[in-house]
C-alpha cells in the first residue's frame, strides 16, 4: 500500500505520519524495539572503517596481554573503545540520524555509554553475546521513553548463516523474559547489509546468533543513554582528553557528566550556571 493506495480502515480518527526518515524508524522502534538504518557511508567510508578495525583489534591485544591472555578472560571477539584508535570510528558513534533518533527518544542530551568493535567467529564457534540480554542487563521494568539505544553498525551483511542478531519484537513493553514458547514463536533474525545500522530499543531482548560460514561476521557496537546512567567504562578517562575540544563529541562522549571526585570540584563546577 502507498499514500494514494492508503489500507482500508473504519473508525480511525488518529494516524501517525511520516515526515522524514527519522519518524519512519521511530515508529519501528517505539512499536517493535528494533528499526534498521542505511548509514550511507560510501564503499570506500565502509572499507577505510573495516580496515581501522582490524587495526584497532591488534592495538588492543599489544596493549593489553596478547591474544592468549584475551582469550583467557573471553574478549578477544570484542574491541573496548575503538575509538581511542582511530578517530574514524567517531563517525559511526556520530552519526547524524543515528543521533537524531536517538535525542528523539530519548531527550537533547544524550552520552556514549560504550563503543565495541564485536566479532562473531566462524564455524559455528561460541562467543559472549550469544545468549538473549537487554542491553541494560538485570534489569525487569518497562519507562515510557527507552532509557538507552543500541546502534549495531554492520561492518558484514547479516544473514542467517552467519548469526545475524535475533530480536524479540515488542519485548521492551513487557518486564519478564517470554516464556520458551513465545520466543521459538515469535523470534526473528534482524537481517541487514554491511553499512547498515540495527538499531535497538536496549530493553528489547536480543541475542547474537550462530555463524554457521567460514568468514567472522564484525560490528561496531553504540550504546546511548541518558547522563543518569553510568558508562560501562569511563570515557573521559580512558580518552585523556581526545575529542574533548570538539563541541560536537565532548557532552556526547560524557565529558561534562564525570561525577566530581570533591566537595571543591562540585563547587567548581557550579561556577558560571
Known amino acids: 500500500m502507498t499514500e494514494n493506495n492508503p489500507v482500508s480502515r473504519y473508525g480511525v480518527r488518529d494516524q501517525t505520519t511520516i515526515n522524514n526518515k527519522a519518524d519512519s524508524h521511530i515508529e519501528e522502534l517505539k512499536n517493535l524495539g528494533y528499526t534498521i538504518v542505511s548509514s550511507d557511508f560510501s564503499p570506500e567510508k565502509q572499507k577505510e572503517i573495516e580496515i581501522a578495525f582490524g587495526a584497532a583489534q591488534q592495538a588492543q591485544a599489544q596493549s593489553h596481554g596478547g591474544e592468549e591472555y584475551l582469550k583467557s578472560i573471553d574478549e578477544h571477539n570484542t ?17 547524524p540520524l543515528i543521533i537524531e533518533i536517538c535525542k528523539r527518544m530519548i531527550g537533547d542530551y544524550i552520552i556514549l555509554n560504550q563503543q565495541n568493535g564485536i566479532i562473531n567467529p566462524p564455524n559455528k564457534a561460541k562467543y559472549n553475546q550469544g545468549s538473549y540480554h537487554r542491553d541494560l542487563p538485570y534489569q525487569h521494568f518497562t519507562s515510557s521513553r527507552p532509557l538507552a539505544i543500541n546502534a549495531l553498525y554492520a ?3 547479516f544473514t542467517k548463516e552467519n548469526g545475524a542478531t535475533f530480536v524479540i519484537p515488542a519485548s521492551h513493553k513487557s518486564e519478564p ?18 553499512g547498515d545500522f540495527i538499531v ?16 567472522k561476521r564484525r560490528a561496531i557496537n553504540n550504546v546511548y543513554n541518558i547522563p543518569m546512567l553510568k558508562q560501562q567504562v569511563n570515557l573521559p578517562n580512558i580518552l585523556g582528553g581526545l575529542y574533548e575540544d570538539d563541541a560536537a563529541l565532548n557532552p556526547l562522549l560524557g565529558y561534562g557528566t564525570q561525577v566530581p571526585d570533591s566537595i571543591e570540584t562540585y563547587y567548581k563546577s557550579r561556577e558560571g550556571k
Open 155 to 157: 561492518m558484514d551483511d
Open 200 to 215: 535497538l530499543d536496549c530493553m528489547v531482548y536480543h541475542s547474537g546468533g550462530i555463524n554457521k560460514t567460514e568468514h
Open 177 to 194: 523474559f517470554p516464556s520458551e514458547e513465545y520466543i521459538q514463536k515469535h523470534q526473528i533474525q534482524a537481517e541487514a547489509k554491511a
Open 79 to 95: 574491541i573496548r573503545c575503538p575509538l581511542l584508535h582511530d578517530r574514524i570510528f567517531t563517525d559511526v558513534l556520530n552519526h
